[in-house]
């Protein structure tokens, strides 16, 4: 298994981002994504979760009514969408996956991708 994500960069506080991930080798409706993020000198923050089986999603706190996931069955791809972004969202983004239940807990993740950096200016 492989996780490919992608769609970090540099925003304005207020912009928006959209990072994506495909955990290659997982069938769409057998696996779990999990959102995590990670900013310098802080542990690793679980920020969402989404369930290819049967489309739970999750969102800590933090991001609950800003940052919104969605997928793309046919190419085996989920988003996250992060919107009215904030200097404080500014963090090294990790897509995680593992079968098939939602879960912020990293513990539940065996794969994971590379990271994406997401900067937020003030």
């Known amino acids: 298994v492989h996780v490919v994500e992608s769609g970090g960069g540099l925003v304005q506080t207020g912009g928006s981002l959209r990072l994506s991930c495909t955990p290659s080798g997982l069938a769409f409706g057998d696996y779990a994504i999990g959102w995590f993020r990670q900013a310098p000198g802080k542990g690793r923050e679980g920020v969402s979760c989404f369930s290819s089986s049967d489309g739970t999603t999750f969102y800590a706190g933090s991001v609950q009514g800003r940052f919104t996931v969605s997928s793309d069955k046919a190419n085996n791809l989920v988003y996250l969408e992060m919107n009215n972004l904030r200097p404080e969202d500014s963090a090294v983004y990790y897509c995680?996956?593992?079968?098939?239940?939602?879960?912020?807990?990293?513990?539940?993740?065996?794969?994971w991708g590379a990271g994406s950096l997401v900067t937020v200016s003030p």
């Open positions: 995680a996956a593992d079968y098939p239940f939602c879960s912020l807990s990293e513990g539940h993740y065996h794969y």
